[in-house]
């Protein structure tokens, strides 16, 4: 066996080291090729919970250090948000939330996706005092 074959996906594919935010070329694929680390769950859990309990905050902050998935996860968390479907009528919420594990978290977001699919992301977001994200991924 050959080490290429371990994989589901080409390794010798073209693969972006940088997400940009306003890049729609490869949606389909970083969605379903995005990792929800341990991290990112409970940054995701931290985020729901203040969406939910902080109504008069007014931003995010997620911090982290170069190259640990902040932009990644933003472009990531705003599409689930806008909770527009890809050109294939498929949600971003169907593809991500099935990789996170805390049901309460899952629902939370779909729900989130759901009620505000006619605003856009930032509309969301902008109801957050802050939330930290220190992921290393």
């Known amino acids: 066996m050959k080490i290429h ?10 693969i972006d080291g940088v997400i940009k935010a ?3 070329r490869n ?3 970083e969605l379903e090729e995005y990792v929800v680390t341990r991290d990112v769950a409970r940054g995701l859990g931290i985020f729901t919970d203040r969406y939910l309990t902080e109504l008069t905050a007014n931003g995010v902050w997620i911090s982290g250090f170069f190259g ?9 968390l705003s599409l689930i948000l806008n909770g527009q479907p890809l050109s294939n009528g498929i949600r ?9 594990d805390d049901e309460i978290v899952k629902a939370n977001l779909a729900s989130f996706s ?4 006619s605003s856009t992301a930032s509309v969301a977001i902008t109801r957050l005092q802050s939330w930290r994200c220190s992921s290393r991924s």
């Open 114 to 117: 759901i009620s505000i699919r």
């Open 68 to 76: 640990s998935g902040k932009s990644h996860l933003l472009k990531i």
């Open 27 to 29: 949606l389909q694929t």
């Open 5 to 14: 074959e371990l994989f589901l996906k080409p390794v010798d594919r073209p």
């Open 92 to 100: 971003p919420a169907d593809i991500v939330l099935p990789k996170i």
């Open 22 to 24: 306003d890049d729609e």
